[in-house]
């Protein structure tokens, strides 16, 4: 079973709209990580967000913000004012203590910002 | 601070040839961890190493793949012999300990004919 589901394949946005990118994760560990990461053209991973299992407070990074709802299992993710240089593939990724840690990365949201 | 080093940044070979890849993470970083993306995919972790030991390699195709971390540092995975589907972008990440952010290289993107 997937444990990391990123149900939109592609999203494009015109320029300046906002966009939110869903991520919903499947686990019973009770600690574990939430991860967001940005990739470009260029093909590297980008960090953006880090979370674990206990702080459900939601997080703004200028034009970033994430949600993170654990009785949906979801970990959403907006950017507000889309500018061309947000397209990418974005990544969500869950990270389990009872399994070491390991990384379990969803497959992945293209989206493609129109000037 | 330096990043997560990787090369070569390209490689092109033909099946049944072998290939290896390098790895430099950031300094300081314990634990290492090689991925495979696929075209359209999320990166598949292949190997983790904790120092110069293997924390997880269940997911390494070890018939072909092999990779090692002998002084704690560096690393350099191998294909040999690489088949069509091994076709990917190889990615490295390292991280503080286990618990922590991974952080990534730029990827090797690998083509076999």
């Known amino acids: 079973a997937q444990k990391v589901t990123q149900a939109q394949t592609e999203i494009s946005v015109v320029e300046k709209e906002d966009v939110t990118l869903d991520c919903v994760y499947e686990?019973?560990?009770?600690?574990?990580?939430l991860f967001w990461y940005k990739q470009p053209p260029s093909g590297e991973l980008v960090f953006l967000i880090r979370?674990?299992?206990?702080?459900?407070q939601n997080e703004i990074s200028g034009r970033y913000s994430w949600n993170f709802q654990k009785s949906t299992s979801s970990f959403n993710f907006t950017i507000t004012a889309s500018q061309v240089v947000d397209s990418a593939v974005y990544f969500c990724?869950?990270?389990?203590?009872?399994?070491?840690?390991?990384?379990?990365f969803g497959t992945g949201t293209s989206l493609t910002v129109i000037p | 601070e330096a990043g997560v080093a990787q090369s070569p940044r390209y490689k092109i070979i033909e099946k049944r040839q072998s290939v290896a890849f390098w790895c430099n993470p950031i300094?300081?970083?314990?634990?290492l961890y090689w991925y495979q993306q696929i075209l359209g995919q999320g990166p598949k972790l292949l190997i983790q190493?904790?120092?110069?030991?293997?924390?997880?390699d269940s997911q390494l195709p070890k018939d072909r793949f092999s990779a090692e971390r002998l002084k704690g540092v560096d690393s350099t995975l191998k294909i040999q012999p690489a088949k069509l589907e091994d076709s990917a972008v190889y990615l490295c990440?390292?991280?503080?300990?286990?618990?922590?952010?991974?952080?990534f290289g730029p990827g090797t993107r690998l083509l076999v004919l």
């Open positions: 300094s300081g970083h314990a634990t």
């Open positions: 979370r674990n299992s206990f702080d459900e």
């Open positions: 190493f904790q120092n110069n030991g293997v924390v997880d």
């Open positions: 990440a390292s991280s503080l300990v286990r618990t922590e952010t991974q952080y």
């Open positions: 990724a869950l990270s389990e203590r009872n399994t070491g840690n390991q990384f379990y």
């Open positions: 686990t019973r560990d009770t600690t574990y990580y």
